[in-house]
Each structure stands twice: as structure tokens, then as C-alpha cells.
């Protein structure tokens, strides 16, 4: 089965400009997750979906980050303005009901300079 | 919140030698996740343990998970050069899986 697709796999800003960021979670999966790593760190929960409503984005700095799972498959994280300390891997997962495995994409890797 | 600690947070080990790294959680846990990470990949899950004390195998991997539920330990018996990469523990508390930071495993032939 496909696994989770994520995109761009890498990208490079300027701070203070803005990135976008889409998913597309294993198919029948209700469950999605952004989380944050950071190089040498584990990964942190920045916002979990349940088909379109959020479970959790206690830990989404809502100031810059949005995120939407529009129809409860696809998801966008977006960053606006972007800091130096956002410069991270974003890694989106999906799973069955909350709790089960956690299949992670390939992560999208930004810099900002 | 609930803490996810993790130690040590690197190990370097000879081809053969054991390796164990150690999960502790601040709260008593639903159950508890280990994931691989490869260097420049992403986190694949390995298990998962759910009851008190429970204990599981994989081949050279031997899971635990702590009789209150608050800890957990994965040990890899000798060790090989492909067990090389960062070993994630994540425990979940109500509803949010909280990863700890990790232990980096490098092994030398």
C-alpha cells in the first residue's frame, strides 16, 4: 500500500517569508499528525487531526503555523512568518484510531536563513 | 505535561556488544511505542506494548514496558552494523503520543 506522501521534500526560505507544506496520509487513515524535529531532538507534536477536527494543537505556535485538513484527507502546515528557529524537519504521520501505529512520510526538511 | 525522558542520549558500541537504552515517562502511560530512526530517514515504527510488564521479542531486540506503566526499555543483544540510528521511545497518555528525545546507537565493526 502507498505509504504517506509528503511535499516539498526540501526548502530553503528567507525568514520572514512564508512555506506551505502538503500531506496525503495512507488511504483510510483518519488520523493525521504534524510534528516538528528538530535535528539531534525527538519529534513534537505540532497538531493531530481526527478526519477534520483537531484532537490536539496544544503545542502549535499559532501565531506563524496554521494547518487544515480540508475534507478530512489532505492536509496543509503553512508558516508565515517564518523564524530561524523553525529550520526543522516537519514530518507528517497518519494511523487508525488514535494510538495505533504511527506511519511517518519522508518528512519535509526546511531551512530558513 | 506528560515527559518523555530517554537515556543515555548516545551510545557508541563494538559490533557484538550489547546495547540497552531506557524509557521514563511522568505519567503513567496507555501504552508505550519504540521507533528506528536511520540517519536522514524517518521514524519506523518497531512495537508496541500495552500491558503492565509486559515483555516482547524481536529477534535481537527485547522489549519491556515497566509494571506501573511509566517505563520501558528496549535491549539489543549483539549488536550489528545495521542496528545503527537514533532508537525513539513514545508513550501515550490520554490521547497525545509524547516521543522522547531519543538514543543515537553507532556501532563499529
Known amino acids: 500500500e502507498a505509504g504517506v506522501a509528503q511535499s516539498p521534500r526540501y526548502k530553503i526560505i528567507e525568514k520572514r517569508q512564508s512555506v506551505a507544506f502538503w500531506c496525503n496520509p495512507i488511504?483510510?487513515?483518519?488520523?493525521l499528525y504534524w510534528y516538528q524535529q528538530i535535528l539531534g531532538q525527538g519529534p513534537k507534536l505540532l497538531i493531530q487531526?481526527?478526519?477534520?477536527?483537531?484532537?490536539?494543537d496544544s503545542q502549535l505556535p499559532k501565531d506563524r503555523f496554521s494547518a487544515e485538513r480540508l475534507k478530512g484527507v489532505d492536509s496543509t502546515l503553512k508558516i508565515q512568518p517564518a523564524k530561524l528557529e523553525d529550520s526543522a524537519v516537519y514530518l507528517c504521520?497518519?494511523?487508525?484510531?488514535?494510538?495505533?501505529?504511527?506511519?511517518f512520510g519522508e518528512g519535509s526538511w526546511l531551512t530558513v536563513v | 505535561g506528560q515527559q518523555v525522558m530517554q537515556i543515555p542520549q548516545y551510545q557508541h558500541v563494538q559490533e557484538g556488544e550489547d546495547f540497552t537504552t531506557y524509557c521514563n515517562s511522568s505519567?503513567?502511560?496507555?501504552?508505550i511505542q519504540w521507533y528506528k530512526q536511520r540517519p536522514g530517514g524517518h521514524p519506523v515504527f518497531l512495537i508496541q506494548?500495552?500491558?503492565?510488564?509486559e515483555v516482547k521479542k524481536q529477534k535481537r531486540l527485547t522489549f519491556q514496558f515497566g509494571e506501573a506503566k511509566k517505563n520501558s526499555s528496549l535491549h539489543i543483544t549483539a549488536t550489528q552494523t545495521t542496528d545503527v540510528g537514533t532508537y525513539f521511545c513514545?508513550?501515550?497518555?490520554?490521547?497525545?503520543?509524547?516521543f522522547g528525545k531519543g538514543t543515537m546507537l553507532l556501532v563499529s565493526p
Open positions: 504521520a497518519s494511523s487508525l484510531p488514535s494510538g495505533n501505529t504511527i506511519y
Open positions: 488511504s483510510g487513515h483518519a488520523t
Open positions: 487531526f481526527q478526519n477534520n477536527g483537531v484532537v490536539d
Open positions: 505519567t503513567t502511560l496507555s501504552n
Open positions: 506494548l500495552v500491558k503492565s510488564g
Open positions: 513514545a508513550g501515550l497518555g490520554y490521547s497525545t503520543l509524547t
